[in-house]
T-cell receptor
Framework: DGGITQSPKYLFRKEGQNVTLSCEQNLNHDAMYWYRQDPGQGLRLIYYSQIVNDFQKGDIAEGYSVSREKKESFPLTVTSAQKNPTAFYLC????????????FGSGTRLTVV | AQKVTQAQTEISVVEKEDVTLDCVYETRDTTYYLFWYKQPPSGELVFLIRRNSFDEQNEISGRYSWNFQKSTSSFNFTITASQVVDSAVYFCALSEGTGGGADGLTFGKGTHLIIQP
């Protein structure tokens, strides 16, 4: 079955460390997105990519980095520059753009210890 | 800039009651798309409906119905005869049509719906 796989489901990070969250899709979607969810804050856009080797910053990109070397993969790195990284991270994809709606992954819960 | 407001942070009803979740949006585009997603406790968002700005027909899908009113910039969601399995966080979202929605969806902050048995 086609879908989006996010791993790991739970991730613990020590302060000062970089961590990378994986997002893989086999839907042949062009566009991929990363969102951050905090309690009571809804979903906020971190980065998005419309095509391979191209990506744009969203509303809260500071302290994060991404790459899009393959159509299927859009990993998110949470760097030590992100001051408050504890959150639930959701990856999504869309066949072309957001007008078509998203398919979401099951999320990664990142906790700083 | 686009904006989505879900004023109801949390709603609690008893099973079998009808419940309406409100969504108000702001956009400068004449072409746009509205969505509702459900987030159960497992965390993954599930697509419920997509509606474009030129289609104001209300839609019904089983116990779910949606009321789209451009005059009030609202896209409300009603669950009839609610069930415990409807308990979840529900998000309303907006995509502006320009550029095919290249900038991504803008989400409201969500409404936590609790259905008590």
């Amino acid at each position: 079955d086609g879908g989006i796989t996010q791993s790991p489901k739970y991730l613990f990070r020590k302060e000062g460390q970089n961590v990378t969250l994986s997002c893989e899709q086999n839907l042949n979607h062009d566009a991929m997105y990363w969102y951050r969810q905090d309690p009571g804050q809804g979903l906020r856009l971190i980065y998005y990519s419309q095509i391979v080797n191209d990506f744009q910053k969203g509303d809260i990109a500071e302290g994060y980095s991404v790459s899009r070397e393959k159509k299927e993969s859009f990993p998110l790195t949470v760097t030590s520059a992100q001051k408050n990284p504890t959150a639930f991270y959701l990856c999504a994809s869309s066949i072309r753009g957001a007008n078509y709606g998203y398919t979401f992954g099951s999320g990664t819960r990142l906790t700083v210890v | 800039a686009q904006k989505v407001t879900q004023a109801q942070t949390e709603i609690s009803v008893v099973e079998k009651e009808d419940v309406t979740l409100d969504c108000v949006y702001e956009t400068r585009d004449t072409t746009y798309y509205l969505f509702w997603y459900k987030q159960p406790p497992s965390g993954e968002l599930v697509f419920l409906i997509r509606r474009n700005s030129f289609d104001e027909q209300n839609e019904i899908s089983g116990r779910y119905s949606w009321n789209f009113q451009k005059s009030t910039s609202s896209f409300n969601f009603t669950i009839t005869a609610s069930q415990v399995v409807d308990s979840a966080v529900y998000f309303c979202a907006l995509s502006e049509g320009t550029g095919g929605g290249a900038d991504g969806l803008t989400f409201g902050k969500g409404t936590h719906l609790i259905i008590q048995p």
